[in-house]
């Protein structure tokens, strides 16, 4: 397959991989890993940490627990809130040239329309909504239980913002219904999806339990069914997100339906992961591109 | 990351190994007090993360390990041989602080003590003579490395919980002792937390400044995850990977 841009929407961008909301830090540290070169080349968005109206300090600790093939994560979206994003981190990103989507979290709805007026009107392009965190008290993944509020959601946040809108979805509740009516209410991709809800006991002392998000390998294969699933019943692209850690994952979602991915835990574990899932992508994807052009034609 | 090769890979008691690899590429810039992470070949996602691992020594380009095997991370790597490869990522963390007042006391609980190897090594002889190590472990195979650290100009004390070797008891009594006489200007200590929690509480005590190197699972090490936290005392978190993995005493809360 010739490397073409990938077409999300009115959007083009320079590659089909996105680096996930939260696995790369507010982005400042980013450049100590990779030339701005490197992230031009491989990367084709780059999607913000968790970002709402006031900031938020985060759950206390323990907010990790290591589990075979995965992480369960419960930071509780640590994070300096959008204008201080915008003052103080934005600046050095802005000018690496690559688009940037801005992942949202609201504890209200009005809270999510008033982040996209500010986004609105300083011109930015792009939107991805959380409604699916499950570390949250508020918000996060209880909107993800409910297609109707999702549906008020979306139109209320596309009717100020013209942009770029992707909603990011919960692998649970009633998925499909909820896709449709993002998908109705006006949002131009889906990403499926968030973390599942899971819990890790911390057996030493002092003994703990962690309720959070699961990620990593271990969640591929279920995150691929719904990738596939949800490819047969809406018509919007699908941007995957869900234990990508080399070019053969890509390539399996690209199979089931995804349009681009998601480079979430894999960056934590090598920062520089994304130049490597590209390049194996694209030599799988020569390998076997007659193969995908035949079944998809 | 960087592909390296094991030069050594040395059993020193029942469960502690000193690793060998030769440093290049960016480890080369390693400084006393940060870590590196290290991933094993091939493990097929289990475990998920790579580990981290204070730096020992560094010298000649070789980059020293001091590890302890608790779970299946340093399991696998205690089964690895010379010649094998492993990765190895880093320099991450902060260095040791670089504003430190004389005399200094470095406190070390077990496998604690290897960051301090490395920083004797940067010091200065007149200033290394100004050093009081104290060291302690459960029982006198646990004090390793006991030769190496000789060889520096410090004061060096020890003790073991069955008094084994030097004094029976925990490092801390001894470690009292000397602030009772105000033999140190300032701490730096690494060890298990009811370690450092002594040292926080000896350093208000005694009214001086203390470091501790501090420990949380760590998933990226490098920024990104948010999720290698200790509270700060003036409300928030620290994020150990960036702004540690030493701190000051005074504000952290733990
Ligand atoms: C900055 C930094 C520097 C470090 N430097 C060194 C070093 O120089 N040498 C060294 O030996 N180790 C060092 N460590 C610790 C080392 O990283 C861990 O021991 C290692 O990650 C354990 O991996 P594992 O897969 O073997 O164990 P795991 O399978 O991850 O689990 C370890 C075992 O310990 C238990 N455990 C995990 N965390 C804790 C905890 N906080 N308290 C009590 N029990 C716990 C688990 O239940 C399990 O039984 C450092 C850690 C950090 C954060
Ligand atoms: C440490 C961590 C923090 C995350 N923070 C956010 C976040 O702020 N907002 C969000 O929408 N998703 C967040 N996620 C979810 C990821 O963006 C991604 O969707 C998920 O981890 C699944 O992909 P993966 O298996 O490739 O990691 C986070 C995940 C991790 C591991
Ligand atoms: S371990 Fe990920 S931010 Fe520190």
Known sequence: MPESPCVIGNYSFRTPFFLASGTWGLGDTLLNY???EEIKASIGALITKGLSLEPMPGNPPPRLFETPCGLINSIGLENPGLKAFLEKYYPELKVLEVPIIFNLHGKALEEFYEMAEILSEIGEEAIELNISCPNVKEGGIAFSQNPQVVFELVKGVRAVFKGLLIVKLSPIGPVLEV????????????????????????????LQIIRGGLSGPAIKPLTLRLVFELSQRVKIPLIASGGIMSGKDALDYLICGAKAFQIGTANLIDPRAPIKIKQEFEELSQKYGRLLDKSSS | MEKVKILKNQRLSERIYLLEIAAKGRLLEVNPGQFVKIKFPD?????????????????????????????????????????????????????????IDFPLGLCAGGVGIAGFGFFLERLPENLQKRIFLYYGARTSS????????????????????????????????????????????????????????????????????????LETFMACGTGFCKGCVIKARKGGYFHLCEEGPTLLASEVIF
């Not at chain 1, 009516?181 to 030493?204: C, F, H, M, R």
């Not at chain 2, 475990?47 to 691992?53: A, T």
């Not at chain 2, 073991?160 to 490092?171: H, L, M, R, V």
């Open chain 1, 34 to 36: 990779l030339t701005p």
């Open chain 2, 142 to 213: 646990e004090l390793v490395r006991l030769d190496y650290f000789s060889k520096f100009p410090i004061e060096l004390k020890l003790a073991t919980e069955d008094g084994s070797a030097g004094k029976k008891g925990y490092i801390t009594e001894l470690l009292e002792e000397d602030l009772k006489e105000e033999k140190i200007k300032i701490l730096l200590a690494c060890g298990p937390m009811p370690m450092l929690k002594v040292v926080k509480e000896l350093s208000e005590k005694y009214g001086i400044k203390a470091y501790l190197s």
């Open chain 1, 179 to 206: 896709a449709k009516k993002a998908e109705e209410a006006g949002a131009d991709a889906l990403t499926v999806a968030n973390t599942y809800p899971a819990l890790g006991v911390i057996s030493y002392e002092p």
């Open chain 2, 43 to 99: 493990f097929r996602y289990d475990p998920l993360f790579p580990r981290p691992f204070t730096v020992h020594s560094f010298q000649n380009q070789v980059l020293k390990i001091l590890y302890q095997v608790v779970g299946k991370g340093t399991l696998a790597l205690s089964k690895l041989s010379e010649g094998e490869e492993i990765f190895v990522f880093g320099p991450l963390g902060k260095p040791y602080p670089e504003k």
